[in-house]
């Protein structure tokens, strides 16, 4: 079956610990976005990829970095600079020009 | 600045009527809008989509409107279902704008259909 796994589910960290989050896609998508969910608030956008060894900014990425090395892999590092970690962190991934992306189940990190 | 706004965060209705979700947009330059559904703990699923160049767009029971000159658009499900009751997400893009890879998203709309 096509689709987005990200790995784990819950994860839980310490303040100060960097912590990576997994994102595979078999769907031969080129672009790959990571997004965070917080409570009341809509999905906002961390970092994206259009194609492998390239990536963008999104508009929350201070605390963020990513790498693209493979074109099914785009793995989401939360730093210890991210001042408010805790949140439910969502892949995505796109294959053509008309915006439509395809989620991953999402990971929920909390850090205490 | 919220590009996109979706103003009610709650919306209940009875299960066999109609569900009107409304969305506001700012942004000129949005030329596609989706609509996408999200269960608690679970990535969003892809409902509907609709072209600048239309202003209706239907699939089964979901029918998408979009007004372009009020920037307005809604989602209308009938006959609404229990199984319905979700988060529904309104977002748009620019394809002419070469950012077409990012989707803006509102803050979302919880409905819930009672049986």
């Known amino acids: 079956d096509g689709g987005i796994t990200q790995s784990p589910k819950y994860l839980f960290r310490k303040e100060g610990q960097n912590v990576t989050l997994s994102c595979e896609q078999n769907l031969n998508h080129d672009a790959m976005y990571w997004y965070r969910q917080d409570p009341g608030q809509g999905l906002r956008l961390i970092y994206y990829s259009q194609i492998v060894n390239d990536f963008q900014k999104g508009d929350i990425a201070e605390g963020y970095s990513v790498s693209r090395e493979k074109k099914e892999s785009f793995p989401l590092t939360v730093t210890s600079a991210q001042k408010n970690p805790t949140a439910f962190y969502l892949c995505a991934s796109s294959g053509g020009q008309l915006g439509e992306q395809y989620f991953g189940p999402g990971t929920r990190l909390t850090v205490t | 600045d919220q590009q996109v706004k979706q103003n009610s965060p709650s919306l209940s209705v009875q299960e066999g009527r109609i569900s009107i979700l409304n969305c506001d947009y700012t942004?000129?330059?949005?030329?596609?809008f989706l609509w996408y559904k999200k269960y608690p703990a679970e990535g969003p699923t892809f409902l509907i989509s609709i072209s600048s160049i239309k202003d209706k767009n239907e699939d089964g029971r979901f029918t998408v409107f979009l007004n372009k000159s009020a920037k307005h658009l809604s989602l209308h499900i009938v006959p609404s279902q229990p199984g319905d009751s979700a988060v529904y997400f309104c977002a748009a893009t620019s394809n002419s704008g070469g950012s077409n890879y990012k989707l803006t998203f509102g803050k979302g709309t919880l409905l819930t259909v009672n049986p």
């Open positions: 942004n000129s330059m949005f030329d596609y």
